[in-house]
Antibody, heavy 123, light 106 residues
Framework: EVQLLQSGGGLVQPGGSLRLSCAAS????????MAWVRQAPGKGLEWVSG????????YYADPVQGRFIISRDNSKNMLYLQMNSLRVEDTAVYYC????????????????WGQGTLVTVSS | DIQMTQSPSSLSVSVGGRISITCRAS??????VSWLQQQAGNAPKLLIF???TLQSGVPSRFSGSGSGTDFTLTISNLQPEDSATYYC?????????FGRGTKVEV
C-alpha cells in the first residue's frame, strides 16, 4: 500500500516562507493527482491545493491563491507545497493526500493521507 | 463553490447502537461523495467513496447511500473505536469541499 511521509513545517513569522514535502512510497505515484488539505486547531478539514498527475494542472483555494505553489517531481515520487507570505490564519496541520483513482478519474476521493505536519505562523 | 451541509454536529450513542449522519450538497454532485473518519490526533481515513462503495479494509457496519444532493453515512453495531469525527466531502468539481464534521462519542 502506498504510504505518504511528510516533512517540513514548523514555526515561522508572519510574512515568512516555508516548504512542505510529501514522499510517496510507490513507483506509480506519477499516475495519481495529489492534494494538500489543512486543519486549523480545533477546526474541520479545508482543501488547500491540488495538482494533476503530470504536474501540468494546478489548483488553489481562494485564501492561498497567489501565495502558495504546489509542485511535484514524479521522478522522485515527491509532492511539495511552497508557502509564501504566510499569515497567522495559515496556522494549521497540513496533510498531503492522494487521489483514489488514477488519472483524475470520475467519483474520486482521497484514499491515502500523510501523517500531517504542523505549521505555526506567529510572531 | 459547492457547500456541504452536514448534520448533526455531534452525538453520543451506546455500544451496539446505530447512527446516521447526513450531508446535503448545495447543488447536485451525482455520486461524487466520500466519507472520512478522523480519530483524535490522527490523519483522516477514507471509509466510503462514490457515495456507497466501501473502501477496502473498512468494516461492513459502515455504509453509505445517496445521490444528487442528499447523502447518508450509517454506522451500525457501534464500537468504542468508532469514536471519532466524521466528514463528508464532494469531488464533483474544484474545489472539493468538506462538511463541518460530526463528532461521535461511543
Amino acid at each position: 500500500e502506498v504510504q505518504l511521509l511528510q516533512s517540513g513545517g514548523g514555526l515561522v513569522q508572519p510574512g515568512g516562507s516555508l516548504r512542505l514535502s510529501c514522499a510517496a512510497s510507490e513507483v506509480t505515484f506519477g499516475i495519481y493527482a495529489m492534494a494538500w488539505v489543512r486543519q486549523a486547531p480545533g477546526k474541520g478539514l479545508e482543501w488547500v491545493s491540488g495538482i494533476g498527475f503530470s504536474g501540468r494542472d494546478t489548483y488553489y483555494a481562494d485564501p492561498v491563491q497567489g501565495r502558495f505553489i504546489i509542485s511535484r517531481d514524479n521522478s522522485k515520487n515527491m509532492l511539495y507545497l511552497q508557502m509564501n507570505s504566510l499569515r497567522v490564519e495559515d496556522t494549521a496541520v497540513y496533510y498531503c493526500a492522494k487521489d483514489l483513482r488514477a488519472y483524475g478519474g470520475h467519483e474520486n476521493a482521497f484514499d491515502i493521507w500523510g501523517q500531517g505536519t504542523l505549521v505555526t505562523v506567529s510572531s | 463553490d459547492i457547500q456541504m451541509t452536514q448534520s448533526p454536529s455531534s452525538l453520543s450513542v451506546s455500544v451496539g447502537g446505530r447512527i446516521s449522519i447526513t450531508c446535503r450538497a448545495s447543488q447536485a454532485v451525482g455520486k461524487s461523495v466520500s466519507w472520512l473518519q478522523q480519530q483524535a490526533g490522527n490523519a483522516p481515513k477514507l471509509l466510503i467513496f462514490a457515495a456507497s462503495t466501501l473502501q477496502s479494509g473498512v468494516p461492513s457496519r459502515f455504509s453509505g447511500s445517496g445521490s444528487g444532493t442528499d447523502f447518508t453515512l450509517t454506522i451500525s453495531n457501534l464500537q468504542p473505536e468508532d469514536s471519532a469525527t466524521y466528514y463528508c466531502q464532494h469531488s464533483y468539481s474544484t474545489p472539493p469541499t468538506f462538511g463541518r464534521g460530526t463528532k461521535v462519542e461511543v
